[in-house]
Every structure is written in C-alpha cells, then in structure tokens.
C-alpha cells in the first residue's frame, strides 16, 4: 500500500517535497516512482529510482528542478520540486513496481502498484 503526501497550492518558482509512504513488502526490493497527472491527460512519468537509490531517471521535462530520493529505514520515497512553475499543476502519484530497476520506458505499465495521489497546484 501507497499513501502519497505533502501536495498543495504554492506560487511559481517555489519548492515542495511530495512524500510516499509504504507498507507491506521489502520496501527496498522495488522500484518506486512517481507519476502526474493534469484534468483531461493521461498519466506521465516524473521520475523512478532503483531500489537501493542509487539509480534514478527523470523524464525531460522536470531534469534539473525535480529530485526523487528514498529512505529504505522508514519505507518512504520523495521527490523534490524545485523552480515549480504553473504547467507542473496535476495530481502526483507515487508508484512501485515489482522489479528493483528504474522504469525503462516510463510507462505506467511498468508499475503495478499505486497510491491514491497528491494534487499540486502552481499559480502564476
């Protein structure tokens, strides 16, 4: 089980920390990553990390301002938004897949377990 935190409302160029907080499992055998979606959208990756930590991926449009992080001492992983700007609005999910690499594709079909998400919200 996902239970995704730490969404709100900021203003543009601000920073916010989502956090993912897991249960049952061995957190540090998986995968986890996150996801966002905006109203009318599909679904598009954010970010994955190994299940170590020590690799991660981002998609193209948050390298740079985003960071994804896990601690596997407290089942949690986090991402890290930085320079957050209106088009970063939508809903973030966190997501773990059963394999302990990053997403190779960033697909969703790469992840077969999901939180309820967080919603984000930049104003201009």
């Known amino acids: 089980q996902l239970q995704a935190s730490g969404g709100g409302l900021v203003q543009a160029g601000d920073s916010l920390r989502l956090s993912c907080a897991a249960s049952?499992?061995?957190?540090?055998?998986?995968?986890m990553g996150w996801f966002r979606q905006a109203p009318g959208e599909k679904r598009w990756y954010v970010a994955s990390t190994s299940g170590s930590g020590i690799t991660t991926d981002y998609a193209d449009s948050v390298k740079g301002r985003f960071i994804i992080s896990r601690d596997n001492d407290k089942n949690t992983v986090y991402l890290q938004m930085n320079s957050l700007q209106p088009e970063d609005t939508a809903i973030y999910y966190c997501a773990g897949r059963r394999a302990y690499t990053v997403a190779r594709f960033g697909h969703v079909d790469e992840f077969e377990f999901w939180g309820q998400g967080t919603q984000v919200t930049v104003s201009s």
């Open positions: 049952g499992g061995t957190f540090s055998n998986h995968g």
